[in-house]
C-alpha cells in the first residue's frame, strides 16, 4: 500500500512562494501519473497539475501555468510542487495523488478517477 504524505503547506502573503512537498516512499514513479489537486472551501476538488511517467511530461492547468512548477526527486521519493506569484484564489487544501496507471494525456491526468493514492492534504492560505 503506497502511503503519501504532503507537507509544505502555510500561510503566505499575495505574490509570495511555498513549495510543497509529497513523499511517497516505495512508490515506483514509472509509466504513472503523479498529480496534484486542490480543493477550496465551498468547492469541489480541481486538479492542479501532473507530472507523468517519470518526469518527462509536466501539465498545468490553466490558472496556474507560469506561476507552478511540479518535479519529481526519484533518490527521495519526493513529488514537490513549486508555487510562486501566488495568489488569493490558490487558497485551498492541496492534496497529492498517484495513480499505477500510465498516463497517456492530460484529460486522462486531471480525473480523479485514475488515481489511486491520496494524502490527507495540506493547506495553503494566501492573503491580499
Known amino acids: 500500500q503506497v502511503q503519501l504524505a504532503e507537507s509544505g503547506g502555510g500561510p503566505v502573503q499575495a505574490g509570495g512562494s511555498l513549495r510543497l512537498s509529497c513523499a511517497a516512499p516505495g512508490y515506483r514513479f514509472t509509466n504513472v501519473c503523479m498529480g496534484w489537486f486542490r480543493q477550496a472551501v465551498g468547492k469541489e476538488r480541481e486538479w492542479v497539475a501532473v507530472l507523468a511517467n517519470g518526469g518527462s511530461s509536466p501539465g498545468y492547468t490553466d490558472a496556474v501555468k507560469g506561476r507552478f512548477t511540479v518535479s519529481h526527486d526519484g533518490a527521495k521519493d519526493t513529488l514537490y510542487l513549486q508555487m510562486n506569484s501566488l495568489k488569493p484564489e490558490d487558497t485551498a487544501i492541496y492534496y497529492c495523488?498517484?495513480?499505477?496507471?500510465?498516463?497517456?494525456?492530460?484529460?486522462?491526468?486531471?480525473?480523479?478517477?485514475?488515481?489511486?493514492?491520496w494524502g490527507h492534504g495540506t493547506q495553503v492560505t494566501v492573503s491580499s
Open positions: 495523488a498517484a495513480s499505477r496507471w500510465y498516463c497517456y494525456n492530460q484529460q486522462q491526468a486531471s480525473d480523479q478517477s485514475q488515481y489511486h493514492y
